[in-house]
Nanobody, 123 residues
Framework: QVRLVESGGGLVQAGGSLRPSCAAS????????MDWFRQAPGKEREFVAS????????YYADSVTGRFTISRDNARNTVYLQMNSLKPEDTAVYYC????????????????WGKGTLVTISS
């Protein structure tokens, strides 16, 4: 069992930065690839970024490539999403998710989900 708790969302102006984090419980955090997804009002949840269990491999949605960076600290059981050059269209609830041993961008492959943190970008 893995419990995920996101934090670090907030309200920033366009062009600004935020760094949400996701703290995981359990001793098997390093066995999981970790993902960030987001869901904007009135839209379906979409993939944002993923990182392999050891942090060596990362994958991004086209819409965030070059602006967002996913990373993890297995000693702290935490995954981060550094978000730069934020745009109003990045406004969403951001969720972290864990997938056992598989790097994937598909929400159906996720085994555990957090409850999300709200990110709001003002124009």
């Amino acid at each position: 069992q893995v419990r995920l708790v996101e934090s670090g969302g907030g309200l920033v102006q366009a062009g600004g930065s935020l760094r949400p984090s996701c703290a995981a419980s359990g001793r098997t955090f390093s066995s999981y690839a970790m993902d960030w997804f987001r869901q904007a009002p009135g839209k379906e949840r979409e993939f944002v970024a993923s990182v392999s269990w050891n942090g060596c491999d990362t994958y991004y949605a086209d819409s965030v490539t070059g602006r967002f960076t996913i990373s993890r600290d297995n000693a702290r059981n935490t995954v981060y999403l550094q978000m730069n050059s934020l745009k109003p269209e990045d406004t969403a609830v951001y969720y972290c998710a864990a997938a056992y041993r598989s790097l994937s961008s598909a929400s159906d492959d996720m085994d555990y989900w957090g409850k999300g943190t709200l990110v709001t970008i003002s124009s």
